[in-house]
């Protein structure tokens, strides 16, 4: 089982902090996204998707998506539960981490893609190319604000995101909180509870994964 | 369990289809977006996201969001396996599923609400409005002529969009085409396997849901 991860890629980061969460150590192969590696032929006949992260599996089958590569980890090593517990619970944890994609991972993305030099072009990840769109890097940045503020008000009452227990819906928030940092967006001192739940999550040796 | 729900919204269809796949029948209780009936106080008392669909469980709790949901009926009806089977099987449906969502739900969105008068000054749903990006209208319809050109090449070799059996990822996926319609992006003879998949998967009794 080897994952094809990119130190500096977010969704590569989540994937590497579920696993660390999980105990589970996995074999690396580092494409270098920062050489443009992921959009050559070798990567290619890898993840024609060309994109990071894939995990490829030791019969050659080649799982893409960063929440479905960590499906099949959850599905090997059950323990800690980072998709929660029972129905309620599991479809908690589903609600939220989908609002840490929806509101705060895709504005992001929205906000870095098209505004970075470095992405000028390449404003969507993947085989074709796209133009950035300067208002929609600025609608991304709206968003963040809002995000931020909402999680705010959310962490008053929680712990973590989806409640009592860490889940897979911290690692996403805190992957795009830092992910932000990109669009020049930080959490400041008028978000306590959001300042106080980072520095928690940030702190776990999983976040340095 | 209630199911707040709107006939035209294509995340409450996802629910729809999903639940009738299940044998599920759900209380409905409808909340009109063509009259803007989301907005209105008597709903963002269920749902603040001011969103449809949501589920309110007997016990008062609203979970929110079309795939978490799905995944508390799939927590109480496990049979038939729409989110895969075994470790690989899931992984491999959690990744269509996503691709479904990013390659084809995400820009049918970008490009239905980006262009279309009804949504002017309501670009993304939610309790804030955004003004249209036209140009990001006009790259959700590059992306969807991609989308379709993908699937015509996937369906080629399999029966369904995560393989052999049906799953959550077709109803991703037929939910997005049929979306695509409102931008004007109908399915056509140049994609005859994609067409085989979408009028066998029409002609399912769920999708009427």
């Not at 580092?30 to 599996?57: C, H, I, W």
């Not at 690692?171 to 509870?193: H, S």
Request: glycine share 6%; hydrophobic share 45%; with cysteine.
């Amino acid at each position: 089982m080897k994952l094809y991860d990119y130190k500096m890629a977010p969704n590569a980061r989540r994937v590497r902090m579920f696993a660390a969460e999980k105990g589970i150590e996995l074999e690396m192969a580092s494409v270098d996204l920062g050489q443009r590696e992921q959009l050559e032929d070798g990567y290619k006949a890898v993840n024609p998707r060309l994109a990071v992260p894939a995990l490829e599996l030791d019969d050659g089958t080649v799982i893409t998506e960063s929440i479905a590569i960590c499906r099949y980890l959850d599905e090997i090593q059950p323990d800690p539960a980072l998709f929660g517990t029972g129905a309620k619970g599991k479809a908690t944890v589903e609600m939220w981490h989908r609002r840490m994609e929806l509101e705060g991972l895709q504005p992001v993305a929205d906000a870095v893609r098209n505004s970075v030099n470095f992405f000028a072009g390449r404003a969507i990840a993947g085989p074709v190319d796209f133009e950035q769109i300067p208002a929609l890097a600025e609608r991304g940045k709206q968003r963040i604000d809002l995000f931020y503020a909402m999680l705010d008000a959310h962490l008053a009452d929680n712990a973590f995101i989806a409640g009592e227990a860490f889940s897979i819906a911290d690692i996403a928030a805190v992957v795009a909180c830092d992910f932000a940092k990109v669009a020049k967006k930080r959490i400041g001192d008028e978000t306590p509870n959001l300042k106080r739940w980072y520095d928690a999550v940030s702190a776990r040796p999983s976040a340095a994964a």
